[in-house]
């Protein structure tokens, strides 16, 4: 059974009303770590990004002709299925996140995790055995614009989410709008995000009350779609994937980086942290020698 | 419904069937018919319907429309829809595989697109099957309390603004939550329904033609209790009490009280006879 208390739409802690500023705590602020520590000049080469969707179309103009990798997982009756061949969108939606990232880190490698397809079998099962795909093969971050409400899948994916954290990979899930628990944007191991009504991708904040923890552009963004067309959408599913740009071009220039260190820099950097620091020591120097 | 209480007699009547069972399943179904008048007034399909509509209402749409999921056959079934389009695909069928219906479907992520016109395919879902091209499209899923995915509930072309926006998303995803209570509801009642019926059919160890003639003579005999003057009188007494109820508990107390005195005038001074006649 869903919560029986009301869950707030996720979103709306990123309305100007209601966004709070965070107090930074030096060196962990914006005097010591800046945007071009962080990922400038980084075009995230060399990071694998898992976008676990629907699939990539690769010779959309958005996505420029190259997927570095593909498996497409469905269940029948003799249990799961991975095909590696590579695979068309099914819906245009894992193009939008891919086509999002791309715009973002556009040298990254990116593998299409296809686990949205015509039919619903063992859909939960699929989609975990997606995440699961993903931790096994080396990627470096994932971006999960899809979840699950299903309690059974509690446990699965809770184990699952562990894994990545302890391996190092971030877990950037879409969060839903929706009264009632959605797997596994809710844990406090990913980075859970919901859209804010700014459409400069580069802008995100930090949510003070998670469990969403970060909000990024997904309110009438175009994106690129089926049929190398662009649409304008609004939806958390386009969210997440700005903070899964911003991961891998911060992994491109700083790639041994653990999860809570991701959400350290990202939560220093974000548009409403105030920095508290006047110190000019700052971990720049420090960390650029690494 | 056109079964006279003759019927009645002629499954009373029927050799196979145990006459206790037959008086048994009488009282069942005359009282689950004053409960559920009682319980529930208006059928599920209208409270649907309703639904829609104030959804429409409240996030200014000429079109709206609530898709079931076929689990089995991988469909989308146009089951309630409201606008222009409604008599157009109401209950016709789309293969889950595609378009933003489906895509919610499967996603469980609810969306909005702003310009869908300029890219008819993304659109096709409602398109295809209506002729009608919307402008913008408002799609979220309709997920039972227990996870189960039942199906998207879709509103086009919003009127007033340019777009749908985030708030009428978390709107529709409100009245997305009710529908699936909705939904749930009338799912549990055809399995009830379906539980019944093999009930029915394996009271007795009576061949298969004999039991499936019981089970049609139990419909009739359900259609002809509907039938019966007695019962509509029934079923006008439990709209009266639903009525009564709607105004507050202590009005229905006061309702309860004031029939629980005159049934006891009543056993007091009638025969049996009048209180059967009453529910019969």
Known sequence: MSSAVPRPAWSEAFTPDVLTPLPGFPPLDKHGITREWAWGGSTGAGVKVAVIDSGIDADHPAIGGHISGYVSIRQDSDGLIMDSTPHRDQFGHGTACAGIIRSLAPECELFSVQVLGPTLTGSSAVFAAGVRWAIEHGMDVCNLSLGTSRREFFGVFHELTDLAYFRRLPLVCAANNVAGASYPSLYGVVLSVAAHDGTDPEQFYANPLPPVEFGAPGIDIPVPWLDDSEITVTGNSFAAPHITGHVARLLGKHPHLTVFEVKTILRALADNAVPQSTDEQSITNTSDTR | ?280
């Open chain 2, 1 to 280: 419904m056109s079964r006279t209480p003759d019927d009645v007699d002629a499954v009373d009547r029927y050799p196979a069937v145990d006459a206790r069972f037959v008086a048994d399943l009488r009282a069942a179904l005359i009282t689950a018919r004053a409960a559920d008048m009682l319980s529930a007034p208006p059928p599920d399909d209208l409270l649907l319907d309703r639904l829609i509509r104030a959804a429409a209402h409240a996030i200014p749409s000429p079109e709206g429309a609530l898709f079931l999921l076929d689990h089995d056959r991988n469909l989308l079934i146009f089951d309630t829809v409201v606008g222009s389009t409604a008599e157009k695909v109401k209950g016709l069928t789309m293969p889950l595989g595609h378009g933003i219906a489906g895509l919610v479907a499967v996603s469980r992520q609810p969306i909005a697109v702003a310009n869908a016109q300029e890219h008819p395919r993304h659109a096709r879902d409602i398109a295809a099957q209506s002729g009608y091209f919307p402008t913008t499209i408002l799609a979220v899923p309709v997920i039972a309390p227990d996870g189960t995915m039942l199906g998207v509930l879709e509103l086009l072309d919003r009127q007033r603004q340019p777009t749908y926006s985030l708030d009428d998303l978390n709107l529709l995803t409100a009245f997305a939550e009710l529908a699936a209570l909705l939904v749930a509801q009338r799912q549990q009642r055809g399995v009830m329904a379906a539980l019944l019926g093999q009930a029915l059919a394996s009271l007795t160890g009576l061949p298969p033609e004999t039991r499936q003639s019981m089970v049609a003579r139990s419909d009739a005999f359900l259609a002809s209790v509907e039938a019966n003057p007695g019962t509509r009188r029934t079923v006008e007494l439990a709209t009266l009490v639903a009525a009564i109820s709607e105004r507050g508990p202590t009005e229905l107390q006061a309702c309860i009280g004031v029939l629980e005195v005159f049934a006891d005038y009543v056993r007091s001074v009638q025969t049996p006879e009048f209180g059967m006649e009453l529910l019969t």
